[in-house]
């Protein structure tokens, strides 16, 4: 068992050795942040179709990010763009803008679960 004299010594310790390093982790997070957003205004440049559907880009940059955990930026966008073609095309068909009511004679049977 430690004595009280001891386990200070050890948490002044770690607390040093956080200090120390917090400057070269937080420079590299303000370097992290500023490549992220050069490379977010050059893509926005280079692809403005996409400026006004910030949401479906998100989505499949976020995608392609989960599966392919590794990848530099300028790949995963390179990846993304055909995606983010893909599914505008499939937003732009759907026409949001009529309703369609549902015939109230028609009886639907969702599954086989007997559920109407």
Do not use: W
């Not at 200070?8 to 607390?15: D, F, Q, R, T």
């Not at 997070?29 to 926005?44: D, G, I, P």
């Amino acid at each position: 068992m430690i004595t009280d004299e001891e386990r200070n010594s050890i948490i002044k310790e770690v607390i040093e050795q956080i200090l120390l390093k917090m400057p070269k982790v937080i420079g590299n997070l303000m370097s992290h942040h500023a490549n992220m957003a050069k490379v977010r205004t050059e893509f926005k440049e280079k692809f403005p179709e996409f400026n006004n559907h910030s949401e479906t880009v998100a989505r499949v940059i976020e995608k392609i990010e989960g599966e392919h955990v590794g990848l530099s930026s300028g790949d995963i966008l390179n990846r993304a763009v055909p995606e983010i073609r893909k599914q505008l095309r499939i937003i732009e068909k759907v026409d949001l803008t009529k309703a369609v009511k549902p015939d109230e004679n028609t009886l639907i049977v969702s599954s086989n679960n007997g559920a109407l």
